[in-house]
């Protein structure tokens, strides 16, 4: 089966840590765009970052700066979402998904309607 498997969510408390981690089976991601996106409750999707898997680049939403960092590894077929100084406002199901049609960033970035697999997300819960 083709499916992609978000895990590492949890509860943490605020100013903590998490890393997520999305394993793609059934296919290789290494030629593609991969990313991480967050829903809230009540809130609409939003792009947290992705990178490319053929050279490394990196593509961050400005909210998302300073505090998120996105990497992959190409040997696992795997990539990750570092989460420090965890807010209350990161509350939300983040997922994480494949853009099949792009293999690097430049000036432009995938578009939430571009990414073509969605793994079933993973729920992160910042407690004050």
């Known amino acids: 089966d083709v499916q992609l498997q978000a895990s590492g969510g949890g509860l943490v408390q605020v100013g903590g840590s998490l890393r997520l981690s999305c394993v793609a089976s059934g296919f290789r991601v290494d030629e593609y765009v991969v990313g991480w996106f967050r829903q809230a409750p009540g809130k609409e999707r939003e792009e947290i970052a992705c990178i490319s898997n053929n050279d490394g680049s990196t593509h961050y939403a400005e909210s998302m700066k300073g505090r998120f960092t996105i990497s992959s590894d190409n040997a696992k077929n795997t990539w990750y979402l570092q989460m420090n100084s965890l807010k209350p406002e990161d509350t939300a199901v983040y997922y994480c998904?494949?853009?099949?049609?792009?293999?690097?960033?430049?000036?432009?970035?995938?578009?939430?309607?571009?990414?073509?697999?969605w793994g079933q997300g993973t729920l992160v819960t910042v407690s004050s």
């Open positions: 998904a494949v853009a099949e049609g792009w293999g690097s960033l430049t000036t432009l970035i995938p578009r939430a309607w571009e990414y073509t697999k």
